[in-house]
């Protein structure tokens, strides 16, 4: 039977408990289609200060690079807050993006029918719904780039510059045009060519590329369009691909519309078929240890590590769908309750969807 090795980095907060829901969804698929899952946890942020005094130790840096692929619950919490920046548990999810490599963010964002009512947007402006993927460039671009202060002529000033290689480039928007293939074959790039070069050469790179992808229609739109577009008509969108700092933002604004942030699982990818997943959301303290966290984030996760790092797409889809089936038969965790709801724990919310799973 195929086994894989999984790293697991629980992290803190509600981190342990979301992961462990998705854990027990991960084996209940493997069961099911034929594969076995080994895993290996490792200490990362919070919790990793306290056992060892360092927010990412060596040794999970060399346990995720010898995985077939990292789960990740989520980091931080008010505990270490007054610690320095350089030493706080946020230095740790850092260290392990930079440390394997992951140049290339997926976020999802999807509204579940069941779920419509969650969103902030007007039902007749979500239409059929949305299924949106945003990738994001990862590891270049103004976040990484040249920065500095000058005081030129006695006026203090402060500079980032935004450099992309052309091979920067190719490699994050293939990983979108090869997405694209396998979604409903549409690609928008995101830029801002009208003003930017390093747009510019973004554009000429995205639409050379096309030639290669004759299944996936390209289109370029303006980032302040496409910010607009994404509240005034989402579901014109199937994939997005855009550069480290427009992405920051786009996915922020299309996670929103789902209305649920413990719905939204997200996936960053190396050259290899290496990656890690978490969930979209922090380590929420102030639910930690209440069995009340919803865990469908950190489950959808686990669904894109068996799809993007194992290439067990059959399991993967059981996983969604099972998600699917159980926001259609009513339950709910209480950060998707409506009024009248009876809301579930993390628990059983992750025996539903288990259970689902396997009939
Ligand atoms: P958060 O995402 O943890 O929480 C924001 C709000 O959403 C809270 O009200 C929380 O209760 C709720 N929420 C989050 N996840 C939920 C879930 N699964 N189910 C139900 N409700 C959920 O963001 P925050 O409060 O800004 O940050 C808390 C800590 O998490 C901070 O220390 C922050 O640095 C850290 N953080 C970590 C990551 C990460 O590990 N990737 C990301 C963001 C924030």
């Known amino acids: 039977m195929k086994t894989y ?21 991960l084996d209940a698929a493997a069961r ?11 200490l990362l942020g919070g919790c990793a200060i306290d056992a060892v005094g360092e927010p990412l130790p060596a ?25 320095p920046s350089g030493e706080r548990p946020e230095k740790g999810l850092l260290g392990i993006r930079a440390a394997l490599g992951l140049f290339a963010n997926l976020r999802p964002a999807i509204v579940y029918p069941a ?3 969650a969103s902030p947007l007007k039902d007749d402006i979500l239409g059929d719904g949305l299924n949106l993927l945003v990738v994001r460039e990862l590891t270049g671009g103004i976040y990484f780039g040249q920065r500095g202060r000058d005081n ?18 190719e490699r994050i928007v293939r990983v979108a045009f090869s997405l694209a293939a396998k979604r409903g074959k549409r690609l928008c790039s995101v830029d801002k060519a009208n003003v930017l070069e390093s747009s510019r050469l973004w554009r000429e790179i995205a639409t050379g590329l096309a030639k290669e992808y004759p299944e996936v229609a390209l289109s370029h739109m303006y980032v302040d369009n496409a910010a607009m577009q994404l509240v005034r008509d989402p579901g014109q969108f ?5 550069s480290n700092m427009f992405g920051d933002i786009l996915s922020d604004e299309a996670s929103q519309i789902t209305g649920s942030i413990g719905m939204l699982p997200s996936a960053s990818l190396s050259s290899g078929s290496l990656g890690l997943y978490e969930p979209i959301h922090g380590s929420a303290p102030d639910l930690a240890g209440k069995d009340c966290a919803n865990p469908v984030a950190a489950i959808l996760s686990a669904a894109m590590l068996l799809r993007y790092s194992l290439g067990e797409d059959a399991a993967a889809g059981a996983i969604e ?8 038969t009513g339950l709910r965790t209480h950060d998707i309750a409506m009024a009248g709801d ?10 539903a969807i288990l259970h689902a799973v396997t009939v």
């Open 5 to 25: 090795t999984i790293t697991v980095l629980a992290g803190d907060g509600i981190g342990p408990e979301i992961t462990r829901e998705a854990r027990r969804v």
């Open 32 to 42: 099911k289609h034929g594969f076995d899952l080994r895993y290996r946890d490792a």
């Open 59 to 83: 040794e999970t840096v060399s346990a995720c690079k010898s995985a077939d692929a990292v789960l990740l619950g989520a980091v931080g919490g008010p505990k270490w807050d007054a610690l």
């Open 115 to 117: 779920l419509r009512s």
């Open 152 to 169: 030129t002529g006695g006026v203090p000033a402060a500079y980032d510059t935004e450099r992309y290689s052309a091979d920067e480039i």
């Open 238 to 242: 199937d994939t997005i691909v855009t």
């Open 321 to 328: 769908k099972a998600v699917d089936t159980v926001l259609e």
């Open 342 to 351: 009876r809301a579930i724990g993390t628990r059983a919310m992750g025996d």
